[in-house]
Each structure stands twice: as structure tokens, then as C-alpha cells.
């Protein structure tokens, strides 16, 4: 599966931003796809993911502030992020897992200023 990422920028503290990720294939057939983030310096952690049940996961950190969803029609993942704080400021990857493989996009950059 190819995954391509698109949606990071910069954004002032407490505003949004939409990260969108397209897959190369229907992605109702991809088991979990979702996102991860390395902010600088740490390493790359969870930020949420989805099935393609509709179950949904989010580290605490980002709960009731970001929203994870799938396009079945656009074959997309799409992450609302909302209230953001400079401490969202990472490189966020889109991933997924079909069968045995697991992908990962190219990064975006977001950057969250205080």
C-alpha cells in the first residue's frame, strides 16, 4: 500500500488543522489505518488510529481534541486536529495495516506556535 500525506503547516496555539491521508488501494480491505507523530528530539509515538469496522483508538494526549475518520469513496484517512498546543508541533506519518504489511506514508510537518 502506498500512503501519501497531505495537510500540515503552521497554525497558532488553540486553531486547526487537517491532515489527509490517500491510500493506493480500497481501503476497505486495510484492517487499521491511522497516524503517528515524532515530535523533535523523541521518538515517533501514536496518535490515533482507525479500523475498517469503525473502531477508533487516540493516545490520551489528543482525546476530544483530534478526530480520526475514514473516506471509503476517496480512499483517505483523515485526521481533524482542534485546539492545538505547541506540544503538537511533529512530523505526523500516515500509517497502515493490510494483511502482513504495514506501510507508512512520507511525513508532514506541523507546527503548532505559541
Known amino acids: 500500500v502506498q500512503l501519501q500525506a497531505s495537510g500540515g503547516g503552521l497554525v497558532q496555539a488553540g486553531g486547526s488543522l487537517r491532515l489527509s491521508c490517500a491510500a493506493s488501494?480500497?481501503?476497505?480491505?486495510?484492517?487499521?489505518m491511522g497516524w503517528y507523530r515524532q515530535p523533535p528530539g523523541k521518538q515517533r509515538e501514536l496518535v490515533a488510529t482507525v479500523t475498517n469496522l469503525g473502531d477508533t483508538n487516540y493516545a490520551d494526549s489528543v482525546k476530544g481534541r483530534f478526530t480520526i475518520s475514514r473516506d471509503n469513496d476517496k480512499n483517505t484517512v483523515n485526521l481533524q486536529m482542534n485546539s492545538l498546543k505547541p506540544e503538537d508541533t511533529a512530523v505526523f506519518y500516515c500509517?497502515?495495516?493490510?494483511?502482513?504489511?504495514?506501510?507508512w506514508g512520507q511525513g508532514t510537518l506541523v507546527t503548532v506556535s505559541s
Open positions: 488501494m480500497n481501503i476497505t480491505s486495510i484492517a487499521n
Open positions: 500509517w497502515s495495516r493490510y494483511l502482513l504489511w504495514v506501510s
